[in-house]
Every structure is written in structure tokens, then in C-alpha cells.
């Protein structure tokens, strides 16, 4: 299969590979796999007061072109607002890609890592009700 060279490019030099603190209140975590294929990939994101993504990293377990949708994914998200990134479509990441038809599905795992990653954080937002109100 030969890969486009943006899949190369991505896969050969990732960007934002690492971890972001998964207790850090302005961090959301998303983890998804694809169980046909194997692929895992791990989305965080970090969200500043004002609702935008300052920061974002992967790890993914995968072939060329989940890392590459997944390196993609993060340079994509930041400096997006939460609802700026929700919008991000796979088949955005394929086409930038030039993703082949049978490795779409990597593309798919990007955009669920981003929506797990920012539905994490979104909770985490969500103060919890621990008082009664009286």
C-alpha cells in the first residue's frame, strides 16, 4: 500500500505525541479503538478559561495512517474553541490525508478520539451538585 506523503510526513515526524495530566480539570481524555483493525488512539486536549484548545496530545497504537490521523487531529484541534473542534469531520482528516478507501476507518477514530476528548473535559466541567441547595 503506498502511503500519500502527508501519511508519511505524519507517521515518519508526529506531532504532539505525549500525555497531558487525565486529572487536570481543563483536560479532556479521549481513548477508542477499532476493533477490526487493532487500532487504539488516545486524544487529549487542554482547554483554557476561555474555551479554547491551547494544547493537545496523542498516542495511538496503529498502522501509518492512524497516527497520521491522529497527529493530524491534534495540530487540527488547537487553537480551536470546543465547539470549533466538534466540526471536524473525518472525512476532513482523509481528504487532507489523501487516505486510501480502506484506511478511512483511522480517519473515524480521529474524530471519535476528539468528540471522547472533549465530551471528557465537557464533564469534568460540569460542577457537581455536592451541597443541596437550601
Avoid at 113 to 126: E, G, M, N, P, V
Wanted: net charge neutral; charged share 30%.
Amino acid at each position: 500500500l503506498g502511503y500519500h506523503k502527508k501519511v508519511v510526513d505524519h507517521y515518519e515526524n508526529p506531532r504532539n505525541v505525549g500525555s497531558l495530566d487525565r486529572n487536570a480539570k481543563n483536560v479532556g481524555t479521549g481513548l477508542v479503538g477499532a476493533p477490526a483493525c487493532g487500532d487504539v488512539m488516545k486524544l487529549q486536549v487542554e482547554v483554557d478559561e476561555n474555551g479554547k484548545i491551547v494544547d493537545a496530545r496523542f498516542k495511538t497504537f496503529g498502522c501509518g495512517s492512524a497516527i497520521a490521523s491522529s497527529s493530524l487531529a491534534t495540530e487540527w484541534v488547537k487553537g480551536k474553541t470546543v465547539d470549533e473542534a466538534l466540526k471536524i469531520k473525518n472525512t476532513d482528516i482523509a481528504k487532507e490525508l489523501c487516505l486510501p478507501p480502506v484506511k478511512l476507518h483511522c480517519s473515524m477514530l480521529a474524530e471519535d478520539a476528539i468528540k471522547a476528548a472533549l465530551a471528557d473535559y465537557k464533564l469534568k466541567q460540569d460542577p457537581k451538585k455536592e451541597e443541596p441547595e437550601k
